[in-house]
Nanobody, 123 residues
């Protein structure tokens, strides 16, 4: 099994920045960040797919950047200009196989491994 451990969450004022990290126990090509706000479904935020395909949800384009350090086995999510609606639990996920469709990458169904999540609160 692949283990995923997130870090970097916290509380920040609107307009501020945070950088999340997800450490993995194995190198995985397809990874993503999801978030879940209270009372809402989990939704895809950003993903890196096969052949370095990048996918972003419309509500984070221009503000969030996903990146991956394969040598360190860490997935990052840099978040800028945070808004109160960005509040939620951010969870990283990893998928086996080859995936490069941006719509599919932002859905939960292809992901085999999930972290425990880290809380982000924007006020």
């Amino acid at each position: 099994d692949v283990q995923l451990v997130e870090s970097g969450g916290g509380s920040v004022q609107a307009g501020g920045s945070l950088k999340l990290a997800c450490r993995t126990s194995s190198r995985i090509n397809v990874m993503a960040w999801f978030r879940q706000a209270p009372g809402e479904e989990r939704t895809g935020v950003a993903a890196i797919g096969s052949e370095n395909t990048f996918a972003y949800a419309d509500f984070v384009k221009g503000r969030f950047t996903i990146s991956k350090d394969d040598a360190k086995k860490i997935l990052y999510l840099e978040m800028r200009n945070l808004k109160p609606e960005d509040t939620g639990i951010y969870t990283c996920a990893a998928a086996r196989g080859w995936w490069a469709d941006t719509y599919v990458l932002l859905g939960p169904h292809i992901y085999d491994y999930w972290g425990q999540g880290t809380q982000v609160t924007v006020s």
